[in-house]
């Protein structure tokens, strides 16, 4: 039987603009409003931005058959990619207006597969190091018990 799933997304360099002007966690808290849109991945993927603060980015998925490998469990992409948008995105609230930032490297470890069943999954990231060219920062992937299902580090460069 054929599944489908269909997308729509906003210009993404328009919403980059936008942001350019905004402190790293007010352009956080914008796209958490709804008043800049949404990044096409999340919509892509499916998940969300849930909470920011200083330091601190949680992102919010419900893992479905659409994120399945040929060994029919999620891929672990995603939660790869939810674990690093919560460290990258962690980063982030602590730069101000105009500075940006991508990751130079990354380690994560899947220590449970997740499937269509798990539920809701959570990724948290928090910056252990902010400095003036690198910031470092952690990430766990959790269930809504509190299960962990992945956990990783990230460098991120700074970029001015």
């Known amino acids: 039987m054929t599944r489908s799933l ?3 997304w906003e210009d993404p360099l328009a919403a980059h603009s936008a942001g ?8 956080m808290q914008e796209i958490i409003a709804g008043r800049i849109p949404l990044p096409p991945i999340m919509q892509l993927l499916g998940f969300r931005l849930a909470q920011v ?12 058959e ?3 490998n040929p060994i029919g469990v999620v891929h672990g992409g995603l939660a ?6 919560a460290m990258g995105c962690s980063v982030h609230t602590r730069l101000p207006a105009g500075t940006g930032y991508t990751t130079l490297e990354a380690k ?3 220590v449970r597969a ?3 069943k798990t539920g809701l999954i ?18 766990r992937l959790e269930d809504a018990a509190g299960k962990l299902y992945a956990h990783s580090t990230t460098t991120c460069i700074i970029l001015g």
């Open 6 to 8: 269909t997308i729509s």
């Open 20 to 27: 350019r002007t905004l402190s790293g966690l007010a352009y």
């Open 53 to 64: 603060a200083e330091g601190l980015a949680v992102f919010e998925c419900e893992p479905g």
């Open 66 to 68: 659409q994120h399945y």
């Open 80 to 85: 790869m990619t939810l674990l690093d948008s």
């Open 108 to 110: 994560v470890n899947l």
């Open 114 to 116: 997740i499937t269509a």
């Open 122 to 139: 959570r990724a948290t990231g928090k910056v252990i190091h902010l400095g003036g060219k690198t910031a470092t920062a952690e990430a």
